[in-house]
C-alpha cells in the first residue's frame, strides 16, 4: 500500500505544478484552490508512504514522478519542446525510479 500512495503522492505532485502554471495564465480562487489540493494531496499521500518506506528512497521517487511528470505534462498540455535529448533524460530519471524500487 506503501508505494500506491508513493505514486499517489507523484500524480498529485504532477496536479499542483500544472495548477501553478494555470495560475499564472489565470490568477483565480479556482486555480488557487486546486493547486493547494494538488500539494496537499501530495505531502498527505508522502507522509503515509514514508511510514513503510525508506525516506531516501520515498522522497527520491516522489521526486523523479513530479518531476517527469510535469515536463511531460508541460510537452502534452502547454506545448514544450519534445526534443529527443530531454526524453531521454526523462526515461533515465524513470528508469532511476524504477531501479530504487527493485532494490528497495
Known sequence: MAWISLILAGVCEMFGVTMINK??????????????????????????AMKSLPMGTAYAIWTGIGASGGALLGMLLYGESKD??????????????IGLKQVS
Open 84 to 97: 529527443l535529448k530531454r526524453i531521454f533524460f526523462i526515461a533515465l530519471i524513470l528508469s532511476a525510479a
Open 23 to 48: 495560475l499564472h495564465r489565470d490568477r483565480s480562487w479556482q486555480s488557487i484552490i486546486l493547486l493547494v489540493i494538488g500539494f496537499g494531496g501530495s505531502f498527505l499521500f508522502l507522509a503515509y
